[in-house]
């Protein structure tokens, strides 16, 4: 190898060791230590025979299909109408949620992601009919990845459990998908006997949403809130956008009667809503407390933190 290519060689070496530290995600010693949360405890499991999913049922006619095995617990959701069945995500794509949904429901199912972060539509791929915003960051995000956050997703720091037989931890991605519809803010999806009103809520991403229940009080908040650590430090992330995406759910509090978040917990009381609100509030003003670590600020709050980049 000539000097020239070699030092070709050493710049995309460093270039990918900078984007790896930049990507990579702030893990929470002990977390699988910590598991099973407490709040599973209350509620009803179904299908306990899956080995990588725990299915709930939070009420009539919805599913949380969640992933403890893996650092994200991400949390999908498959509601139910009497014509057709909507799946809000298809999480990180280790498992197969396709098969799962088909066992909870003989219902024409379709995908509404809340975002196109990696670990909320690893499972598109295996639907037809996927509806999202029509945006330039979700029509990449169509292509699939490869990138640092759907190959970190397996390593065993970040696992607490088996993975399901034939899974190969080197060449996990994220498959391509397309959508078939693009959606509107306050969209009215009609399952039959369930409508489901669509929220464009971006600041954690350029095409968040969350998804409104009117009849039966419940809002599916995505990654826009969740019990945890609230990641708003990526670059897609807008802190100010995120700040008038809250204030709007925040304003539908008075409605609620349960969150439906994307991590971690299936259920939080409608009062976090506005208490987010006053925090993003307090971050925006300086009045809340903070602490540096790994290169990034943490506001520490009553049952969750806002993660932002340090710069």
Known sequence: MNQALRALCLVAIIGIAAEAQKSEEPLRPGWCQQLPRPQYKTLERVLPDESWFEIYRIRPGVFA????????????????GDRRALLFDTGLGVGK????????????????????HFDHVGGNAEFRDIWNRDLSYTRKNMHGQTNIYSRDALVPERLCGPLPQGTDTTSFSIRQWKSTHALRDRERLDLGGRVLEVLFTPGHTPDSISLLDRHNGLLFTGDTFYLGPIYLFVPETGLATYTRSVARLAALEPKIQLLLPSHNVPVAEPIFLSRLAAAVRQVNQGKAKVRVTAGRREYVFDGFSLLLSAN
């Open 97 to 116: 949620i396709s098969a799962v949904v088909t066992r909870l429901t003989p219902l024409p199912v379709m995908v509404v992601n809340s975002h196109t």
């Open 65 to 80: 299909i969640y992933e403890p095995k893996q650092f994200e617990e991400v949390i999908s959701y498959l509601i139910l």
